[in-house]
T-cell receptor
Framework: NAGVTQTPKFRILKIGQSMTLQCTQD?????MYWYRQDPGMGLKLIYY???????DKGEVPNGYNVSRSTTEDFPLRLELAAPSQTSVYFC????????????FGPGTRLTVT | EDQVTQSPEALRLQEGESSSLNCSYT??????LFWYRQDPGKGPEFLFT???AGEEKEKERLKATLTKKESFLHITAPKPEDSATYLC?????????????FGQGTRLTINP
């Protein structure tokens, strides 16, 4: 089991460019999440999904889009990158059921200049 | 508004020096308080879930406790490998996916 994998590990974007952060899990989890973590701050939920074809906004969704066509994959799309999107992005997954812990990927460090 | 505040922001201890980290929360309908450990450059790693006041959980040198307003992570006789950032998160009383609200973390350093 690889768990939750994310690509790329690092990326530098210019203002206005677009990119997709990839996230894949091999644990057959229904729930998947995208967070961003800024220095000295806690994780903020961007989007989440409860299953293939179902997504919903979290705390900070502006400037991002997601899709969930399969159970395994949950890509995060950044359109028109802005310096405020410079952050570390974490994908996570969890089994269905109350109180089940989330498993996190290693993160993608994104810089927008 | 749901809020999670962790203190202190950073803590330096000598090896073997026990201490506690604090997580204060305000949330409507708590459905679980989670502790995670995060090493530099890595994703958070799950430690504990607590559900109700008075509950305690232990793992090696760590013990987590919960009251109606806060949780403590007690570290007994820590070792340098316990150095990490410890994150606290609460789950709101919403059915379905776990929408967690995280604190900003406590950066713990254990000096040999």
């Amino acid at each position: 089991n690889a768990g939750v994998t994310q690509t790329p590990k690092f990326r530098i974007l210019k203002i206005g460019q677009s990119m997709t952060l990839q996230c894949t899990q091999d644990m057959n989890h229904n729930y998947m999440y995208w967070y961003r973590q800024d220095p000295g701050m806690g994780l903020k939920l961007i989007y989440y999904s409860v299953g293939a074809g179902i997504t919903d906004k979290g705390e900070v969704p502006n400037g991002y889009n997601v899709s969930r066509s399969t159970t395994e994959d949950f890509p995060l799309r950044l359109e028109l990158a802005a310096p405020s999107q410079t952050s570390v992005y974490f994908c996570a997954s969890s089994p269905q059921g109350a109180g089940r812990e989330q498993y996190f990927g290693p993160g993608t460090r994104l810089t927008v200049t | 508004e749901d809020q999670v505040t962790q203190s202190p922001e950073a803590l330096r201890l000598q090896e073997g020096e026990s201490s506690s980290l604090n997580c204060s929360y305000t949330v409507s309908g708590l459905r679980g308080l989670f502790w995670y450990r995060q090493d530099p450059g890595k994703g958070p790693e799950f430690l504990f879930t607590l559900y109700s006041a008075g509950e305690e959980k232990e793992k090696e040198r760590l013990k987590a406790t919960l009251t109606k307003k806060e949780s403590f992570l007690h570290i007994t006789a820590p070792k340098p490998e316990d150095s990490a950032t410890y994150l606290c998160a609460v789950r709101r009383g919403i059915q379905g996916a776990q929408k967690l609200v995280f604190g900003q973390g406590t950066r713990l350093t254990i000096n040999p």
